[in-house]
């Protein structure tokens, strides 16, 4: 039995020039990238691609150069563990408040995070 009608990968078409990439100047990818922005008054705007994890990380180099300090929530996602170790930032965990109504972990308010800060001195 053929599993598939066409071979692996036939569907997949992400560099047409029609299509684009989010390094594109053109194509529908750059079009939306641009819309997203004007949208949001944002100088510019790229779209992810292969999940989040990457995206994390951008992030955190975007706000910490190797050996400086960047807090955190201590159930923040792996990805920003790695990407610290890597890049040489030192991550400043803190912990969250616990429903034990719901069994998560409570939204972080403006007083969690002003306590947060008097307790590291920030």
Same mark, same amino acid.
């Given at each position: 039995?053929k599993l598939l009608k066409y071979p692996p990968?036939?569907?997949?078409?992400?560099?047409?020039?029609?299509?684009?990439?989010?390094?594109? $100047?053109?194509?529908?990818?750059?079009?939306? $990238?641009?819309?997203?922005?004007?949208?949001?008054?944002?100088?510019?705007?790229?779209?992810?691609?292969?999940?989040?994890?990457?995206? +994390? $990380?951008?992030?955190?180099?975007?706000?910490?150069?190797?050996?400086?300090?960047?807090?955190?929530?201590?159930?923040?996602? +792996?990805?920003?563990?790695?990407?610290?170790?890597?890049?040489?930032?030192?991550? +400043?965990?803190?912990?969250?408040?616990?429903?034990?109504?719901?069994?998560?972990?409570?939204? +972080?308010?403006?007083?969690?995070?002003?306590?947060?800060?008097?307790?590291?001195?920030?």
């Amino acid at each position: 039995m053929k599993l598939l009608k066409y071979p692996p990968g036939y569907w997949d078409l992400p560099e047409l020039p029609e299509i684009g990439s989010p390094l594109s $100047q053109s194509g529908l990818i750059a079009k939306s $990238q641009r819309e997203f922005s004007d949208k949001f008054e944002a100088k510019g705007c790229f779209f992810g691609v292969n999940g989040a994890s990457g995206l +994390i $990380q951008s992030a955190v180099i975007a706000m910490a150069n190797p050996g400086e300090n960047i807090l955190m929530p201590r159930n923040v996602h +792996i990805s920003v563990i790695k990407i610290c170790a890597m890049q040489n930032i030192n991550p +400043i965990f803190f912990d969250l408040e616990f429903s034990t109504l719901t069994g998560h972990y409570k939204p +972080i308010t403006k007083i969690w995070l002003e306590k947060v800060f008097k307790k590291f001195k920030f």
